[in-house]
């Protein structure tokens, strides 16, 4: 069965020096603001976005950009992977108080 919902998407990276999660924004530039990103509806469209922000790659600006799918509402852009979500939240998978690093190792 074919799914009839429409494909949207939008470009991610991450910024080289400091490795924060970062959404395209046409026609302004990068943004953390997962909910300012451009959506595109089409693949071709989405496709040139991509093909477009490798510059940024060749200037050592960010690194990794890709497409994500991302559902539409009347709230705005959603993603729809939970690894997207928990990026868009900018929250991390971890807790830095808790392991190893957080005291020093025994002698």
Known sequence: M????????MVTAQWLLGGESIYWV??????????EATVYADQATADAALAEVQEFVKQRVIVGPYLIEVEV???????TSARERIRAAHNATFDIDHGSWTARIAD
Request: no cysteine; proline share 12%; aromatic share 8%.
């Open 73 to 79: 509402d009347s709230d705005g852009p959603k993603p």
């Open 26 to 35: 046409a026609g302004k530039g990068w943004s953390d603001s997962f909910a």
């Open 2 to 9: 074919a799914n009839d919902r429409p494909l949207n998407q």
